[in-house]
């Protein structure tokens, strides 16, 4: 694919440029609250404007239903975008109709744009290729050429994403390109011991990057809610935990073919109820309570992991080991990435929530080597799958 150095060398001085951002940021009300992905995409944003660019940034946030909602609107984000690049970011109310066009017209060379939520869109992810097609046209129509520096989307086969391309000299921004480059060492030959350290809810979502690491990991760490599906297929009784009861099988045959590379807690957090100030004790896996559910791994399995995890040289990690968010159940989470963060050798976290815990945790993000904007797309792609967002930037070179 090309990239924005390309595009740079050609010169982009006077040019629209559309930047297809992921700046699907967390909101309280009005208030964004990890700017993550913002200050991700500020060094291809920035290089754009230095050359003299026109640049119209577009991104999605949330998931209204193809139609305003005034509750997933970009106004903060053009606020803090403005800020954190010390210019003002002009912003228009809609995404493709009168305010988007005018305010488009209206840029100099140099400055910036945010058109309002994609996903106001129904275009955007339509699966009638016709109505999706449409909104791509549309939007290709606001500029001479596209950068996609959206990692976080590249997995998904919208309009801004797997069509615009195909309308529009297209490159991949310094993001996507950082995202790679990582990803890639992760899945060619990356330096041993490898070890992955996953968690989340649900099994059933991690199932394809389980099958697809396992026969190259030295350890595979698992915690978090899908923990307790593992743990009954062991025979333990697991009380009130998440479960998936389809998945016992499942987990029973990875188990077996495993061996002692798929680790598991040997102690949880068990609590009275899913609630930030429910009773809870430190309970062996063994003792869980039928009327307690696991909250957070223990003591004894952070120890456990942080064992594991002594001596590796690549590290990937996706998914809280507890829920982070309640403080009574955020130090299994805490521990573990502290015990990643001293590892001599690639660390890489797998965004989502993975990242968001180590920002709300305090944890510095610079103990670690990379920290992905993208936690779907990096498990699609440890999976092998083809990511659509890539694909068309592929087909477009």
């Not at 609250?33 to 003299?52: E, F, M, Q, S």
Request: hydrophobic fraction near 45%.
């Amino acid at each position: 694919m090309k990239t924005i150095d390309d595009l740079l060398a050609g010169g982009v001085a006077g040019r629209r440029v559309l930047v297809r951002a992921d700046l699907n940021v967390p909101l309280d009300g009005d208030r964004i609250t990890d700017d993550g992905r913002i200050r991700a995409v500020l060094p291809t944003l920035t290089a754009l404007t230095n050359a003299g660019a026109a640049v119209v940034v577009c991104s999605h946030l949330g998931r209204p239903k193809g139609e305003p909602d005034p509750r997933y609107r970009l106004a903060p984000v053009a606020t803090r975008l403005g800020e954190l690049l010390s210019a003002p970011v002009a912003y228009a109310t809609d995404t493709v109709g009168e305010s988007a066009r005018s305010t488009v017209a209206g840029l100099a060379a140099g400055q910036v744009a945010l058109l309002e939520n994609l996903r106001f869109n129904p275009g955007e992810t339509s699966k009638d290729a016709v109505v999706r097609g449409e909104f791509a046209d549309q939007l290709a129509a606001l500029a001479d050429v596209y950068v996609d520096d959206a990692f976080g989307a590249v997995h998904r086969a919208h309009a801004s994403v797997a069509e615009v391309p195909s309308r529009l000299p297209a490159y991949a921004g310094y993001l996507v390109q950082r995202e790679l480059s990582v990803l890639q060492r992760l899945t060619t030959d990356p330096a041993t011991p490898y070890v992955v350290v996953l968690g989340g809810a649900k099994v059933s979502d991690k199932l394809a990057v389980i099958e697809a690491l396992l026969p190259k990991v030295d350890r595979l760490l698992v915690g978090g809610g899908m923990c307790y599906t593992f743990l009954a297929a062991q025979g333990h009784e697991i009380g009130q935990s998440l479960l998936e009861p389809e998945m016992v099988d499942t987990c029973r045959e990875l188990l077996a073919r495993a061996g002692d590379r798929l680790v598991l807690p040997v102690d949880v957090v068990a609590a009275t109820a899913f609630a930030a100030d429910a009773d809870h004790t430190v309970v062996e896996v063994s003792q869980i309570p039928a009327d307690r559910q696991g909250l957070d791994i223990g003591p004894a399995t952070v120890a456990r992991f942080a064992d594991a995890l002594r001596g590796a040289k690549t590290v990937f990690w996706n998914g809280p080991m507890g829920v982070f968010e309640f403080p009574a159940f955020a130090a299994g989470t805490r521990g573990v990435a502290e015990a990643i963060a001293k590892v001599d050798g690639l660390t890489v976290v797998g965004g989502g929530d993975s990242a968001a815990a180590v920002r709300a945790l305090g944890i510095p993000e610079s103990h670690f080597g990379h920290i992905s904007t993208g936690g779907g797309a990096s498990l699609e792609y440890l999976e092998g799958k083809p990511l659509p967002g890539l694909v068309a930037l592929e087909a477009a070179a």
